[in-house]
C-alpha cells in the first residue's frame, strides 16, 4: 500500500487516470467534453514506442462510435484507412484489409499448393478505403493525448506516484516530477490505464491469475526498415495467390514458425513492426535479443530473406511472458481499463479493441445520471471473463501451430466470435446506442460460446483432419455468416466483417 505524504492544496477532479496510452487519453477526452474535471497522469513522455498495433473492425466501430456519442469530430478520421490519411497523413499508420498466414517448415523455403494448404487469408474489408489500419503508437498515443488536452484535461507527464489513498469522499493522489516537485489531486474515482504497469493494482493489494491462463508465451519485436515485400517475394517465385482477396503484406501478416509465429504489421513510412513469438523465450534470448532474432530466422530462409536487407530502428525489445491477468478490474471508485487488467497475446489483434470495448463501458458508466454500482461491479467481472475468453481462443490457436489445417480451424472459432460481436455492435449503434451485453468476442452469448468451446475440444481431440472440419462447421453453422468452413474457400475468406452480412 502506497502512504499519502501530506500536500497542501491537492487539485479537485471528478476522475483521475493513470496512463495517457491511447485509452487512456480517449477516456479523459471524452469525459472532459462532457465536462468533468479530470488528470491524466504518466510516468512517461509523448512520444514514445509502445506495441499493440493492429486494429480491427470491432476496434473501428467502437471508435466511430465514441467520437459520434460523446462529439469529438477530431477522433472519428482515424475509424478507417481512408479518412485517416486523407485528414492525418502526417499520423503514422498502415493499411490492413485482413489477416494473412503463412505455414513455414524448419530449413525450407516456403511453398504453397494450388489449394492454399500452406496459406491462409481472411479479409475485413472490401476496399482501402474502408480498410482497418496498423496504429503507429507513438503517432497515435501523441495525437489522442494533445486531443485530450485541447479539451480541457489536466496532464503530467514524467511524474512518479509516491502515494495512493482511498479516502471516504474518493481517492488522494501524490506525485513528483522529474524536477522534485510534488503535486497532489483528489478525485472521486480513479481509472487505471497503465496497460502492463500494475500500478493500481499494486496499490490495492490484488492477486496475480497469470497462471490460470493457458497461453503462456514470450516475444522478441522491434520495429524495422527495409523489411522485403512477401508478396513480391512470392509472385518472383510463381506464386500469385498472396495477392487475392488482397495483398498478404496489407494485412496482419503471421508467418508460422517451427515452436512459434511472427508478426510483420508494414506502416506507410517504410516502418515494419515484425515481432517473433514462442513459448520458449528465456534467459539467454533477453540477454542478446539480437542475436537470438537472427538465430530464430535461420531456421526458416524464406524469413531470412525476407529481413535480408532490413535494420531495426531501435534496439529490439524481450519479454519472457506477455500474459498476465488481475483478479478484478473494478471495485469501489475504482476500475481497469481492460488491458490493464489482462492480456493474452497479440495473435488475433484483440488488444486495441478490447481497450476500446472497455473505454465505451466505462465512459457510458461515468457519464451516467446517477452511478450504478451493480453494473461497475459487473464491469470488474466481465472484464476478467472476456480475458479468459481470450484465452480460451487463443491457446487453442497456440496449441494447433504444428498442424496448420487445424490451426486455421483454430483462428476460424476467433472469426466466428468476433463477427458475432461486430453484428451485435452493428444492430445497436444503428439505433443511436451501443450494447455491449454479448461480451467481448461474443464471450457473453452462452449458446455461441458453448459451440465454441465444443468445437475448441475438438480441434484438441486426436481424429482425423476431415472429419474434425465436420465436426467443427456443423457446431458452428449456425454463426458461420462468412462461410469460414465452406469447403470450397481454399482458404480465401473474400469477406468476414459482419457489416456485409446485415
Partial sequence: QLRLRPLRQPMNADVIILGSGFAGSLLAAILARQGMRVVLLDRDHHPRFAIGESSTPIADLLLSHLASRWDLPDVAPL?????????????????????????????????????????????????????????LRSDVDAFLHRHA??????????????????????????????????????????????????????????CRLDGTLVTQTGALYGHFTGVDSWDRMQQAMGNTSTTTPFRSDDAAQHHIVPGGWVWTLRFANDCCSVGLVAADIGAKELADPATAWQHRLATCPSLERLMAGSR?????????????????????????????????????????????YGVTRLAEMLLASTTDEDAWGRYGHDVVDEVHWIDRLVSVATATLDDFPRFILACHLYFVATIACERELVTTIAGGRVSTEGGFLAARNRPLRTALEAAREDLLTPSVGDVCRERVARRLAEWDTAGLFAPTTANRITHSAAVKTI
Wanted: net charge negative.
Fill in 79 to 135: 475509424a478507417r484507412w481512408g479518412t485517416w490519411r486523407k485528414t492525418y497523413p502526417e499520423i503514422g499508420c498502415g493499411l490492413k484489409r485482413g489477416f494473412s498466414y503463412f505455414h513455414h517448415l524448419a530449413g525450407c523455403p516456403f511453398t504453397d499448393t494450388p489449394t492454399h494448404d500452406a496459406s491462409l487469408l481472411v479479409a475485413a474489408s472490401s476496399t482501402d478505403d474502408e480498410a482497418d489500419t496498423h496504429w
Fill in 149 to 206: 488536452l485541447r479539451h480541457g484535461v489536466v496532464s503530467r507527464e514524467g511524474c512518479v506516484i509516491t502515494a495512493i489513498e482511498r479516502e471516504a469522499g474518493g481517492w488522494d493522489i501524490c506525485w513528483e516530477s522529474e524536477t522534485g516537485s510534488a503535486e497532489r489531486a483528489h478525485g472521486s474515482r480513479i481509472i487505471d490505464a497503465t496497460g502492463g504497469g500494475g500500478l493500481l493494482p499494486r496499490a490495492l493489494g490484488l
Fill in 312 to 356: 531495426p530502428l531501435r534496439p529490439l525489445t524481450g519479454i519472457p511472458r506477455m500474459s498476465r491477468l488481475w483478479e478484478s478490474a473494478s471495485g469501489p471508485g475504482w476500475a481497469l481499463v481492460p488491458t490493464a487488467a489482462g492480456f493474452v497475446s497479440p495473435l488475433h489483434s484483440t488488444g486495441i479493441a478490447h481497450a476500446l
